[in-house]
């Protein structure tokens, strides 16, 4: 069935440090979206990117969808203490758009 | 303020009962969604609404029912068919079901079957 896969699973960075989580598509997107959670939280959307090869930016946040819109990137320079939670991608089927299907996102712990 | 109201956020049950979670939206959305999340399992979809009295199953709709009965709202009633309801049960909204649309959530239920 269709999948996307997000990796990695969990990481652990110095405040100060880079971060980047990846998503591979089985199938090609329409659009591809972003959510945080916070612990404890609920999901909060970030961004949505539709056209091929399409960069957007917001702050110390980078998000990238690939080419062949089957990928994309979330990329954090600098990581801070307040970036703590877990990132999802959740990308629309071209064949189905109705359907958003997720990754099993990226929880994100930053020490101090 | 405009949002998305899901109550109880803490529910303990009994095996064999049902229960019902309360799902409200007052942004005049016409999708709205369950989803289930599990520790380490991402969200998966349960139920979604695109218009009143329309309702379509997700990936994991077995021992769960609702219904659409007012554009605001979209109560999910987990039923005891369900085999393993311990999970954090997320309800959303987006001005249409379909190619946009970001997804609007509440803040959740925890539902603790003992």
């Known amino acids: 069935g269709q999948q996307v896969m997000q990796i990695p699973q969990y990481q652990h960075v110095q405040e100060g440090e880079d971060f980047t989580t990846y998503c591979n598509s089985s199938?090609?997107?329409?659009?591809i979206q972003w959510y945080k959670q916070r612990p404890g939280g609920h999901p909060v959307f970030l961004i949505q990117?539709?056209?091929s090869g399409e960069v957007k930016k917001q702050k110390r946040l980078t998000f990238q969808f690939g080419e062949a819109k089957k990928n994309s990137s979330l990329h954090i320079t600098a990581t801070q203490t307040t970036d703590v939670g877990t990132y999802f991608c959740?990308?629309?089927?071209?064949?189905?758009?109705?359907?958003?299907?997720w990754g099993l996102g990226t929880s994100l712990a930053v020490n101090p | 303020d405009g949002g998305i109201t899901q109550s109880p956020k803490y529910l303990f049950r009994k095996e064999g009962q049902n229960v019902t979670l309360s799902c409200e939206q007052n942004?005049?959305?016409?999708?709205m969604y369950w989803y289930r999340q599990d520790p380490g399992q991402g969200l998966r979809l349960i139920y979604y609404?695109?218009?009143?009295?329309?309702?379509q199953k997700g990936d994991i709709a077995e021992g769960y029912s609702v219904s659409r009965e007012k554009k605001e709202s979209f109560p999910l009633t987990v039923t005891s068919a369900q085999k393993n309801p311990t999970a954090f049960y997320l309800c959303?909204?987006?001005?249409?079901?379909?190619?946009?649309?970001?997804?609007?959530f509440g803040e959740g239920s925890r539902l603790t079957v003992l």
């Open positions: 942004l005049n959305h016409d999708a």
């Open positions: 959740a990308g629309r089927d071209a064949g189905n758009n109705r359907k958003l299907i």
């Open positions: 199938t090609t997107l329409s659009n």
């Open positions: 609404s695109q218009i009143v009295n329309d309702f």
């Open positions: 959303a909204s987006s001005i249409l079901a379909g190619t946009t649309g970001e997804l609007f």
């Open positions: 990117l539709v056209k």
